[in-house]
């Protein structure tokens, strides 16, 4: 696959870059490049990220970060047997617990959420850092819910991470998964404010909380750039104001279609009336001229 001429390969991880100098220099600046294709695309195109994927592992299988790059290519792309096992081999090849939650969750993607729920309860666990945690606890409640466990997936994410003030880069998620279990539960009102307190932490918008939050307000956002088909002639300004006003406005001017309605009519009927009186006038004259004619003298009649 083509990749773009700024792509120069050093824009990837410096502890990436490290790894690849066990390759000769060519290939290990042909790897790198399609490694930051990868991380160029996956979040908009992720088959697109998987494509590039393939290229760096068939060149460098046995690099621990072409592996994972790989996996979570193809995490992205939905295809979670493949990315748990490129998971695992990266695994395998450095020791790291990190991975261990994505392993749990592409183990849900398989359809398998009772094995999810055993890695998270794996010692493992223990030694991932706080984010690493957090994201276990996430795939954990993820696994409740896929068993229809709604009840136990809203106590799995109550923990010191959810009620603590302080936003870390984990706290909108964890707040967004709380709050959509709560949802899910019925019970609204708490919800709602769960989705408010996502939003607060949620400085980058990596989740739709506030979207999800004016729908439970009952508001809808109309597009201002969209005209409304229905009345072709409606402008910003009409549509601006409030909607008592537009009600009224349209009252009045039904009534004012009426009235010119009712002119309409009077105007044909004074028009027909018109017409009638023309056409009585004239049989009144006709009736005249015979009635005349009768009483003078006929040329035609027999004289005596």
Same mark, same amino acid.
């Given at each position: 696959?083509?990749?773009?001429?700024?792509?120069?390969?050093?824009? %990837?991880?410096?502890?990436?870059?490290?790894?690849?100098? $066990? &390759?000769?220099?060519?290939?290990?600046?042909?790897? $790198?490049?399609?490694?930051?294709?990868?991380?160029?695309?996956?979040?908009?195109?992720?088959?697109?990220?998987? =494509?590039?994927?393939? @290229?760096?592992?068939?060149?460098? $299988?046995?690099?621990?970060?072409?592996?994972?790059?790989?996996?979570?290519?193809?995490?992205?792309?939905?295809?979670?047997?493949?990315?748990?096992?490129?998971?695992?081999?990266?695994?395998?090849?450095?020791?790291?617990?990190?991975?261990?939650?994505?392993?749990?969750?592409?183990?849900?993607?398989?359809?398998?959420?009772?094995?999810? &729920?055993?890695?998270?309860?794996?010692? /493992?666990?223990?030694?991932?850092?706080?984010?690493?945690?957090?994201?276990?606890? &996430?795939?954990? =409640?993820?696994?409740?819910?896929?068993?229809?466990?709604?009840?136990? =997936?809203?106590?799995?994410?109550?923990?010191?991470?959810?009620?603590?003030?302080?936003?870390?880069?984990?706290?909108?998620?964890?707040?967004?998964?709380?709050?959509?279990? !709560? !949802?899910?539960?019925?019970?609204? /009102?708490?919800?709602?404010?769960?989705?408010?307190?996502?939003?607060?932490?949620?400085?980058?918008?990596?989740?739709?909380?506030?979207?999800?939050?004016?729908?439970?307000? #009952?508001?809808?956002?109309? +597009?201002? &750039?969209?005209?409304?088909?229905?009345?072709?002639?409606?402008?910003?300004?009409?549509?601006?104001?409030?909607?008592?006003?537009?009600?009224?406005?349209?009252? @009045?001017?039904?009534?004012?279609?009426?009235? /010119?309605? %009712? +002119?309409? %009519?009077?105007?044909?009927?004074?028009?027909?009336? +018109?017409?009638?009186?023309?056409?009585?006038?004239?049989?009144?004259?006709?009736?005249?001229?015979?009635?005349?004619?009768?009483? #003078? /003298?006929?040329?035609?009649?027999?004289?005596?």
């Amino acid at each position: 696959m083509p990749i773009p001429d700024d792509v120069t390969g050093d824009e %990837i991880d410096k502890d990436v870059r490290q790894e690849l100098q $066990s &390759l000769p220099k060519g290939l290990a600046e042909e790897v $790198s490049r399609n490694l930051v294709m990868v991380a160029r695309l996956i979040d908009e195109d992720p088959e697109g990220a998987y =494509a590039y994927s393939r @290229i760096a592992l068939r060149l460098a $299988s046995r690099v621990a970060a072409v592996r994972e790059a790989a996996g979570f290519a193809a995490y992205a792309s939905q295809k979670y047997s493949e990315a748990l096992a490129e998971f695992r081999a990266a695994r395998r090849m450095t020791g790291n617990v990190d991975l261990w939650p994505v392993m749990a969750d592409c183990e849900r993607g398989m359809g398998r959420p009772e094995k999810a &729920l055993d890695m998270a309860g794996a010692p /493992d666990v223990q030694k991932l850092d706080k984010a690493g945690q957090v994201e276990m606890r &996430l795939v954990a =409640a993820g696994a409740r819910r896929d068993m229809g466990q709604l009840d136990a =997936a809203i106590v799995t994410l109550q923990s010191p991470e959810l009620a603590s003030h302080s936003v870390q880069p984990w706290t909108a998620r964890l707040r967004y998964a709380y709050a959509d279990a !709560l !949802l899910a539960a019925g019970r609204e /009102d708490e919800a709602r404010e769960w989705f408010a307190k996502a939003v607060e932490s949620d400085k980058d918008g990596s989740t739709d909380a506030s979207d999800r939050l004016a729908e439970l307000d #009952g508001v809808e956002f109309v +597009d201002a &750039l969209v005209e409304d088909e229905s009345e072709p002639g409606a402008d910003s300004e009409t549509e601006a104001q409030p909607k008592s006003v537009r009600e009224a406005d349209r009252a @009045i001017q039904a009534e004012a279609d009426e009235i /010119d309605e %009712i +002119d309409e %009519i009077d105007e044909i009927d004074n028009e027909d009336l +018109d017409d009638a009186e023309d056409e009585r006038e004239e049989e009144r004259a006709e009736e005249g001229d015979e009635e005349g004619g009768n009483d #003078g /003298d006929d040329e035609d009649a027999p004289r005596g």
